[in-house]
């Protein structure tokens, strides 16, 4: 017989609760301890993956400054590859591909390296990163904090696969840079990173007319001015015809809503479309109502499907003031206005704000799809469908003509 002490002869033990007092003080520790718990495993996903870019940087540059190819050949890094294969198979970190992606980032970055220091220090003195990466609490190796005049540390807190892609689409150290801060503020993924960068945010902020200067803080204004974009793409929503109107377009922005706030940016939470407010007995409607996030105000959205008119710009100016009369809380920043429309005139945007006392940005947008044009994809199936049964039927014939 075996001994009871035999750890194979015990039973499992399964854990219950019982005999226990659950109390606010147990609550508490318990959220504490999932709270650590969390945040150590950030911490240590943050200090792996800066460990493997601190890797690839000093391989890519190794590649560089030992001149690999002049010294040992052409094939040099298909020969490294090979090497780092066969010592570390179990990794996927060294393809050919990938080694060449080393080196161009390295080579990208250094190409000025003056300039890349200087850079890094403005992205970290006007984003506020230092706050959100916070260095000292990951415990770097010695091995990192002595490269942190070579290696920018904003770079550890981003994916390898997001700087392969923001260093392929860049063309230049800023613009790079900037997508290195977009996405370590939003914390976006590599598709949506791709599609920031295929509508070209970097060139595109900040350049809509507004007047956000005269009516916000520095700082606050100069977040609006880079979440509110010069143009917006639609084309994922589509119209029945070419001569839609107002209440058609907002439709068809509605029916997509998930993909609008994609193309708004991140921050943007959807509140309300015709959201409702009653002045005086007469119901007012916003033709969509949004709150950002980071900006922490409300954003009151108005369409046009039509060039822009001065008048829109009182009609925007009324419903700003209106949301910060009444549904504006004393927490919340000023109220924004966003007008959209298919076209405009920046002169007549201009001189349009003058004596508006609101915060309020005017865009444009393109794309917006035509269902008359373009087939549905139920359509597109019923014309397959009806095309494959004429085949059959015509394969049918063939046969019994033979």
Not at 30 to 43: C, D, G, L, P, T
Not at 51 to 67: H, I, P
Not at 233 to 242: K, L
Request: aromatic share 10%.
């Amino acid at each position: 017989m075996q001994s009871t002490h035999d750890p194979q002869a015990i039973e499992p033990h399964i854990v219950k609760s019982h005999d226990i007092h659950i109390d606010a003080d147990y609550a508490s520790w318990i959220a504490e301890i999932k709270h650590r718990y969390r945040s150590a495993q950030v911490k240590a996903a943050v200090k792996v993956n800066a460990e493997k870019l601190l890797f690839n940087w000093q391989l890519g540059r190794d590649l560089v400054q030992k001149k690999a190819e002049e010294r040992w050949g052409a094939g040099v890094v298909e020969q490294v590859s090979l090497d780092l294969q066969k010592e570390f198979p179990e990794s996927s970190n060294f393809s050919v591909r990938n080694l060449w992606y080393m080196k161009q980032w390295y080579l990208f970055y250094n190409e000025d390296p003056k300039k890349l220091k200087q850079l890094v220090s403005e992205l970290l003195s006007t984003g506020g990163y230092e706050k959100k990466i916070q260095y000292p609490s990951l415990d770097w190796s010695e091995n990192m904090k002595q490269l942190v005049s070579e290696f920018p540390l904003p770079f550890a807190c981003v994916p390898w696969g997001h700087h392969v892609r923001i260093v392929q689409h860049s063309k230049s150290i800023e613009e790079a840079l900037f997508y290195i801060g977009y996405t370590i503020e939003e914390g976006i993924s590599r598709e949506i990173l791709s599609r920031v960068m295929s509508n070209d945010l970097y060139n595109k902020r900040g350049k809509a007319p507004n007047n956000f200067p005269q009516h916000l803080t520095p700082n606050l204004a100069k977040l609006a001015q880079q979440v509110v974009k010069e143009n917006y793409d639609f084309g994922f929503a589509t119209v029945e015809h070419d001569a839609y109107n107002e209440s058609e377009l907002e439709k068809a922005l509605h029916q997509n809503i998930t993909s609008l706030l994609l193309e708004l940016g991140t921050g943007f939470a959807f509140i309300g479309r015709q959201k409702e407010i009653l002045v005086d007995g007469r119901t007012r409607k916003i033709d969509m109502l949004f709150y950002h996030i980071r900006l922490r105000c409300y954003v009151v959205c108005e369409l046009k499907a039509r060039a822009f008119e001065p008048e829109f710009a009182g009609k925007l100016n009324y419903y700003v003031n209106l949301v910060d009369d009444v549904l504006k809380q004393p927490e919340d920043n000023p109220t924004i206005g966003l007008l959209i429309c298919s076209n405009m005139n920046s002169a007549d945007v201009q001189w349009s704000f003058r004596g508006i006392n609101t915060p309020m940005g005017v865009a444009t947008y393109n794309n917006i799809r035509i269902q008359d044009a373009l087939p549905t994809r139920e359509q597109l199936k019923e014309r397959m469908e009806l095309l494959q049964k004429e085949l059959r039927e015509t394969k049918k014939l063939m046969s019994r003509q033979e």
